[in-house]
């Protein structure tokens, strides 16, 4: 819920995998993975969860794959 302050723990942990909820305050996911990969790792994977279906949309530039809420 915090994708700024999830941007100091990103470049400590720097993390292989990133999960990302698409729609968040202040920046969205697709941003959120954007600045991750400019200031910490550019080959980090990122997963957006959402609960709107991309479908024939494709996904957004900087998300690797998307999981439709709910995940199970």
Same mark, same amino acid.
């Given at each position: 819920?915090? &994708?700024?302050?999830?941007?100091?723990?990103? =470049?400590? $942990? #720097?993390?292989?995998?990133?999960?990302? /909820?698409?729609?968040? &305050?202040?920046?969205?996911?697709?941003?959120? =993975?954007? $600045? #991750?990969?400019?200031?910490?790792?550019? /080959?980090?994977?990122?997963?957006?969860?959402?609960?709107?279906?991309?479908?024939? $949309?494709?996904?957004?530039?900087?998300?690797?794959?998307?999981?439709?809420?709910?995940?199970?």
């Amino acid at each position: 819920t915090q &994708p700024v302050e999830a941007l100091g723990w990103i =470049a400590k $942990a #720097a993390p292989d995998l990133l999960i990302v /909820d698409y729609q968040m &305050p202040l920046m969205d996911g697709v941003e959120l =993975a954007r $600045a #991750a990969r400019a200031r910490v790792r550019k /080959d980090m994977k990122v997963l957006a969860v959402s609960g709107h279906d991309r479908g024939a $949309a494709g996904l957004p530039d900087g998300i690797d794959g998307w999981l439709l809420k709910p995940v199970s």
